[in-house]
């Protein structure tokens, strides 16, 4: 068995923090998992000093989560352990930003195409394209982008009035 590089060493206020996240059970599961693996592999005197494998079993993970979970403690901390970093750029950059929102809405309040009784988001999401608005977009796309707005050309109703309360009987 490989000898553990990086020891865990949990001061007095880690651990109470570590043992109210498991004893809530109000935190995310994976929060809960690396909170008790940190737990487990604590060397400090009133630790556990388990060993991987051993806190794999325990805790239902592989015996790699539980090395690298250590290792992250030891460069990162202890917040970078339990808490997800946020990404800097999101995974899919946005197909629409405020001017391109503004000009799909516009269109969105426009007249119709001749023999049309109103904008689909299809013809919408088409004749955006069409216009160079964006360079490619889907119909679902578009409907999210409607959706924020308070009133919409496209619905039957658009929420320029309120619907009469029906009666109680």
Known sequence: MRQQEQ????????????QGIIRSGKSAAQKQTRARILLHADKSKDGSKWSDARIAQAVGCCHALCGRIRRQYAQEGLEAVLNRSQRDKPAVEKIFDGEKEAKLIALACSPPPPGQAGWTLRMLANKAVELKIVDQTSHSTVGLVLKKTNSSRILKSNGLSRRKPTPRL
């Open 7 to 18: 020891v865990v060493k949990l001061s007095g206020k880690e651990r109470t923090l570590l």
